[in-house]
């Protein structure tokens, strides 16, 4: 059989009880299966590390937290202490971003992922962007069940002419929405590929890099196999994998 492309998965970390862990959420394991690759989740890594697994990798899933990328990366303050930080994620995978993108691996960033790409590349964040005027509050209600917090919150608007355009074929469609923080200004070199009806950026891309990137706000990962839109966007995904590593390693016997 053909060997699956390889998409690395970067673990956030939480302590349970008095013991660390590494965890990754199975929604975003699923995801890249259903993008047709073989997901690999990756703890913390040491600078020495990384060399090796941007070696190995076919493509790279950020996916979303409970965690934020911690502000003293945008030079800003902690505004809500009680809201929680992964300090070691944020060590490691924000001189990750810049690596990847300049060897055109290619990257799908979801939530805090996207989050992520945007501070690593020089941009900044809100950190609760329901005190913004004039955003809405684009938070879930904690109270309410997965499915409800996880169902429609608004509609996306979507730039003509861009990549996730060309991966969806539509101007608009409905999306969750359970973040508090989001792009405040865009890093250097972005463009913008959707909205909220807010105006709050949704999704980006960064056009100079080599390879497929596109970084989203709302988690397409969930249940994702029975959204058309979803499914859409890791398939495109899927095959960015694939043409990287047929390139990069050459095709397979008989594919």
């Known amino acids: 059989m053909p060997q699956l492309p390889i998409v690395l998965v970067p673990a956030c970390n939480r302590m349970l009880g008095e013991h660390p862990f590494h965890i990754a959420g199975r929604?975003?394991?699923?995801?890249?299966?259903?993008?047709?690759?073989l997901p690999l989740v990756v703890p913390r890594a040491e600078p020495a590390e990384v060399e090796t697994l941007l070696q190995i990798a076919d493509g790279v899933l950020l996916t979303g937290s409970p965690s934020n990328v911690h502000p003293r990366h945008f030079d800003e303050d902690v505004r809500d202490p009680s809201l929680p930080l992964d300090p070691v994620r944020d060590d490691w995978t924000l001189p990750l971003i810049p690596q990847l993108l300049a060897r055109g691996i290619p990257l799908l960033a979801i939530c805090r992922g996207t989050q992520e790409v945007n501070v690593a590349l020089g941009g900044t964040l809100h950190q609760a962007v329901h005190e913004v005027g004039p955003y809405a509050d684009h938070r879930a209600d904690d109270a309410e069940p997965a499915a409800v917090q996880y169902g429609p919150a608004h509609v996306l608007h979507v730039v003509p002419g861009g990549v996730l355009h060309d991966i969806v074929g539509r101007d608009r469609f409905e999306v969750?929405?359970?973040?508090?923080?989001?792009?405040?200004?865009?890093?250097?070199?972005?463009?913008?590929?959707?909205?909220?009806?807010?105006?709050?950026?949704?999704?980006?891309?960064?056009?100079?890099?080599?390879?497929?990137?596109?970084?989203?706000?709302?988690?397409?990962?969930?249940?994702?196999?029975?959204?058309?839109?979803?499914?859409?966007?890791?398939?495109?995904?899927?095959?960015?994998?694939?043409?990287?590593?047929?390139?990069?390693?050459?095709?397979?016997?008989?594919?």
């Open 27 to 37: 929604k975003y394991v699923d995801a890249v299966r259903l993008a047709g690759a």
């Open 176 to 255: 969750n929405s359970v973040h508090g923080q989001a792009v405040a200004s865009l890093a250097p070199g972005l463009r913008a590929e959707a909205h909220a009806p807010d105006g709050l950026v949704e999704a980006f891309t960064q056009p100079a890099a080599p390879g497929f990137n596109l970084c989203v706000q709302w988690h397409p990962e969930w249940r994702a196999a029975d959204n058309p839109v979803s499914v859409q966007i890791f398939e495109a995904f899927g095959r960015a994998v694939r043409a990287y590593r047929d390139r990069v390693r050459g095709p397979l016997p008989g594919a």
